[in-house]
């Protein structure tokens, strides 16, 4: 089949964008076509952008800030309701272009980042009994900012729509709980996988010129926090422990951009690390998805990884832990924040790390200076990491899911 996945972006290091690289990676090998519509995407065949599908557009932004300033919204629906109708036609002109047999949508039917986006796909959807997978990573009720809003009725009739022809899926057991009491609606659990049928690759000449470029020195340990720069990520945290850590590093080095939640907290972590005497280092523009050579060096995620030491991962709230599953498969230690869907769906399963319950406290210290110091220590951790993540988390734990999803479509 002609698979069309649709999301406001599918570009970069974003968890979403990841993500759907993986499932467009395990729909090709079983034997489907793929093609991509956002309003921002990367350089690839089947790519139909629709500039006004982005959450960055000036006029979608502009919406948004209104829609969520906590007043009535006057005016907002009737500009929702204009957008929405130009954006149905971008998607039925995307669906004719590549004779789309199923649209799989990325978070654009549960995250009202793009208000119009959303009516727009739940429109068509139901006016052409559209085959349709809503793949729903976040909620709008797990974000504080969307809780307040001129548009409630909006957001509970469309994000997401309870249609014939839609498939739910979910990426945790709180949110398919969660989904299910609100509105009666049942979804298939997809948690977010890796490939784990090899191995990580060897550092090469490339990878090996990371750690001085970025001015660490000989035996000076990489921290890394493998994350957007969002409040959610409480990257204070890892600031704090790298502060207690002496003799290791006073360096901790941020890989993801900032911006999608404003900058203002970028700030208050330089503010911070400066206290604290920590040598915070965003690196955003050094890293992507994959490696570059253009005007200047691009690193990949995966250098990334292959030259750090240990992982940073405070997060207060996460939809399932991308990063995480990065992490296990580069057999990497790594310091996590008990946080509700890890306690739910991750720690039951018998991973190992360093956990901290909302707070650096003098144990996760001694922990993680134990992890560093002993290396017979955080082999063992990072193998049985390894063994659990091949066999919970893999590529075909996901393809079992996905068919099992698409034979309860109608067509």
Known sequence: MNIGFLSTRLKGTDGVSLEVKKLAE?????????????????????????????????????????????????????????????????VEDFVRKYDVDVLFVQNALSLPMNLPLGVALAKYVKKNNFPTIGHHHDFWWERERFLSSGVEGLLEKYFPPDLESLEHVTINSLARRELKNRYGIPSEIIHNVFDFSGNPPEEDDITRELRPELGLGAGEAFFLQPTRVVPRKNIEASIELVSRLDGFSDKLFITHPAGDEGTAYLETLRETAKKKNVNLRYEAERFGPERSSGSGRIYSLR???????????????????????ETIYYRLPALVNRYPVYREDIAPLGFDFVEMDGEIDVEVVRCTRDVLLDAGRRSGMVESNYALGRRYFSYEHARRKLDKVFSALSF
């Open 26 to 90: 395990i729909l090709s090998e079983s034997g489907h076509d793929n093609c991509f519509c956002a309003g921002e995407l990367e350089d690839r065949p089947g790519s139909y952008l629709v500039p006004l599908m982005h959450f960055d557009h000036p006029e979608i932004r502009q919406l948004g800030d209104r829609a969520f300033s906590g007043g009535k919204g006057d005016g907002v629906r009737e500009e929702i309701v204009k957008l929405a109708e130009k954006l149905e036609g971008e």
């Open 303 to 325: 250098d990334a990884y292959l030259g750090a030491d240990f992982v940073t991962y405070p997060s207060l709230k996460e939809g399932f832990g991308n990063a995480l599953l």
